[in-house]
């Protein structure tokens, strides 16, 4: 085969190769040209569809739009059509009633001419008239009335009490003339009595008290009806049976030192009061005046435990009436703060407990309070009455009081009394109940002879000032003390 054929032949195959791309891409061409037609075709006519839909939305809002103003339009001219006759009808009422007072004033006018009398005159007489003809119903009705507003409020008052007392129930001490010590064994009552008795005798003389020793195991009993005595003497028992020297001049000194140590006690009391019901800013020599009535009783009552007491029940009545919680509470604690000084200055405690409390600056709505218990002062606030309430309340309670208590407290305050008036007495105290006394004096102003002699007098003195039942055994006890030292 020669070369020209040849490439007549794959010039030939190209050709036809490049002719068929051409009429593929003709027809991919005019295929790709319907399909895009049909498309925007498509686009065009749902893009005509959703312009009539939007059309007929606005439509049908610009119509619900012009419906809603017409029906506010109607609306607004019924409420101006309201208005307008509202205020035709206020024009026509204030027209009526002025002619209604004119006509009022024109017809009490010519009432007054018949009558020849006023209005103001025509009034008191038929007062007068409706007092003379149903005064006695009236004056009937008027006290039934009262009658009824007391009831309710008696009962209102005695909810309130009862509320506070049901809310503070506190137990009531009376053992106001022993107190009962603990002891470590049986032989320390041995210890207690001594060689003789030289340490029961040492002891009961330095203290001022009366130890019973009985067959209740373990148990010693000090009797006085001095509570400070018998403080210092069980303080003293503690200390002596804990250290074991148990002899006369080691009882004299501890008595001695727990003396001192009572005055610590006092105000520690004084503070637990106080923080017990809220009380605070009180000074330390309130606070002491406060404590040491601890130690003083009134009808066989703790001053101190019924002080808390009313101050606890006052701040409870004071919160259902209303009145000032704090004032009610610090006048019923402090009202009797003039009983820590009543043996020594003069006057009621009433008038002492002011001048000590106008003395540390307490605030005058406090004295207020609690001046009046004793109804010496009149009733100046409704805190002052809340605290002759809670005194009432807390002294007159079932067992918080004994009359005949308080009677053997001054008894054997009296007989004490009369023996320290003796010249040459150095101290006295009543035991035994009160069937005792012992009388200690002064060995270097009185003989033996004065001693009988001093016996007789207080023994004399008792008879004719003191009523008493059975006999008082009168001892009056004269020792020489001698003490030398070794240098």
Same mark, same amino acid.
């Given at each position: 085969m020669s070369i020209t054929p040849l490439v007549a032949f794959f010039a030939t195959l190209i050709f036809i190769g490049v002719l068929g791309m051409i009429s593929g891409y003709f027809l991919y061409y005019v295929r790709?040209?319907?399909?895009?037609?049909?498309?925007?075709?498509?686009?065009?006519?749902?893009?005509?569809?959703?312009?009539?839909?939007?059309?007929?939305?606005?439509?049908?809002?610009?119509?619900?739009? @012009? %419906?809603? *103003?017409?029906?506010? &339009?109607? =609306? /607004? !001219?019924?409420?101006? @059509? %309201?208005? *307008?006759?509202?205020? &035709?009808? =206020? /024009? !026509?009422?204030e027209s009526e009633y002025k002619e209604l007072q004119d006509l009022r004033k024109e017809h009490t006018s010519k009432l007054e001419d018949i009558a020849q009398i006023s209005k103001e005159e025509?009034?008191?007489?038929?007062?007068?008239?409706?007092?003379?003809?149903?005064?006695?119903?009236?004056?009937?009705?008027?006290?039934?009335?009262?009658?009824?507003?007391?009831?309710?409020l008696n009962k209102r008052a005695q909810e309130i009490l009862v509320s506070s007392i049901q809310r503070y129930g506190n137990s009531v001490e009376?053992?106001?003339?022993?107190?009962?010590?603990?002891?470590?064994?049986?032989?320390?009552?041995?210890?207690?009595?001594?060689?003789?008795?030289?340490?029961?005798?040492a002891f009961e003389r330095a203290s001022g008290v009366q130890l019973i020793i009985d067959e209740t195991p373990n148990t010693i009993m000090i009797s006085s009806f001095d509570p400070i005595r018998r403080v210092v003497a069980k303080h003293a028992l503690d200390e002596l049976l804990a250290d074991g020297r148990v002899q006369p001049a080691r009882i004299e000194s501890v008595i001695e030192q727990n003396k001192h140590k009572v005055e610590k006690i006092i105000k520690e009391k004084g503070l637990e009061a106080a923080n017990e019901v809220d009380v605070v800013g009180l000074s330390d020599e309130l606070l002491h005046k406060l404590g040491a009535l601890f130690f003083r009783y009134s009808y066989g009552q703790n001053v101190l435990q019924h002080s808390v007491e009313m101050a606890h029940i006052a701040g409870m009545l004071a919160d259902q009436v209303g009145a000032d919680t704090y004032t009610a509470k610090m006048g019923a604690l402090l009202h009797d703060i003039g009983k820590a000084d009543d043996?020594?200055?003069?006057?009621?405690?009433?008038?002492?407990?002011?001048?000590?409390?106008?003395?540390?600056?307490?605030?005058?709505?406090?004295?207020q309070a609690m001046q009046s218990h004793h109804e010496e002062y009149p009733y100046e606030t409704v805190e002052?009455?809340?605290?002759?309430?809670?005194?009432?309340?807390?002294?007159?309670?079932?067992?918080?009081?004994?009359?005949?208590?308080?009677?053997?407290?001054?008894?054997?305050?009296?007989?004490?009394?009369i023996a320290q008036e003796i010249e040459g007495v150095?101290?006295?105290?009543?035991?035994?109940?009160?069937?005792?006394?012992?009388?200690?004096?002064?060995?270097?102003?009185?003989?033996?002879?004065?001693?009988?002699?001093?016996?007789?007098?207080v023994a004399e003195k008792i008879e004719q000032e003191l009523k008493y039942p059975g006999e008082i055994k009168v001892h009056v006890i004269r020792e020489t003390k001698i003490v030398d030292y070794a240098k």
């Amino acid at each position: 085969m020669s070369i020209t054929p040849l490439v007549a032949f794959f010039a030939t195959l190209i050709f036809i190769g490049v002719l068929g791309m051409i009429s593929g891409y003709f027809l991919y061409y005019v295929r790709a040209n319907r399909q895009q037609k049909k498309t925007l075709d498509t686009i065009t006519k749902r893009e005509e569809e959703s312009r009539a839909q939007a059309f007929e939305i606005i439509k049908k809002a610009q119509d619900s739009a @012009e %419906r809603m *103003r017409a029906s506010l &339009e109607k =609306e /607004k !001219e019924l409420i101006t @059509e %309201r208005q *307008r006759l509202v205020q &035709e009808h =206020e /024009k !026509e009422t204030e027209s009526e009633y002025k002619e209604l007072q004119d006509l009022r004033k024109e017809h009490t006018s010519k009432l007054e001419d018949i009558a020849q009398i006023s209005k103001e005159e025509a009034r008191e007489n038929l007062q007068k008239n409706i007092e003379k003809e149903y005064g006695s119903a009236l004056a009937a009705q008027m006290k039934r009335l009262e009658k009824q507003n007391k009831d309710i409020l008696n009962k209102r008052a005695q909810e309130i009490l009862v509320s506070s007392i049901q809310r503070y129930g506190n137990s009531v001490e009376n053992d106001i003339v022993s107190t009962v010590v603990k002891l470590p064994s049986e032989e320390s009552k041995g210890k207690i009595i001594g060689k003789e008795g030289r340490n029961i005798k040492a002891f009961e003389r330095a203290s001022g008290v009366q130890l019973i020793i009985d067959e209740t195991p373990n148990t010693i009993m000090i009797s006085s009806f001095d509570p400070i005595r018998r403080v210092v003497a069980k303080h003293a028992l503690d200390e002596l049976l804990a250290d074991g020297r148990v002899q006369p001049a080691r009882i004299e000194s501890v008595i001695e030192q727990n003396k001192h140590k009572v005055e610590k006690i006092i105000k520690e009391k004084g503070l637990e009061a106080a923080n017990e019901v809220d009380v605070v800013g009180l000074s330390d020599e309130l606070l002491h005046k406060l404590g040491a009535l601890f130690f003083r009783y009134s009808y066989g009552q703790n001053v101190l435990q019924h002080s808390v007491e009313m101050a606890h029940i006052a701040g409870m009545l004071a919160d259902q009436v209303g009145a000032d919680t704090y004032t009610a509470k610090m006048g019923a604690l402090l009202h009797d703060i003039g009983k820590a000084d009543d043996h020594t200055v003069e006057g009621s405690h009433v008038d002492i407990g002011r001048s000590i409390l106008r003395k540390e600056g307490i605030d005058i709505a406090v004295i207020q309070a609690m001046q009046s218990h004793h109804e010496e002062y009149p009733y100046e606030t409704v805190e002052s009455i809340l605290v002759q309430v809670a005194d009432s309340i807390s002294g007159g309670r079932p067992g918080a009081r004994s009359d005949v208590a308080d009677m053997y407290l001054k008894k054997l305050d009296g007989i004490e009394a009369i023996a320290q008036e003796i010249e040459g007495v150095q101290s006295a105290y009543a035991l035994s109940a009160g069937r005792e006394i012992r009388i200690f004096v002064n060995p270097d102003q009185v003989d033996d002879y004065q001693a009988k002699k001093i016996a007789r007098q207080v023994a004399e003195k008792i008879e004719q000032e003191l009523k008493y039942p059975g006999e008082i055994k009168v001892h009056v006890i004269r020792e020489t003390k001698i003490v030398d030292y070794a240098k």
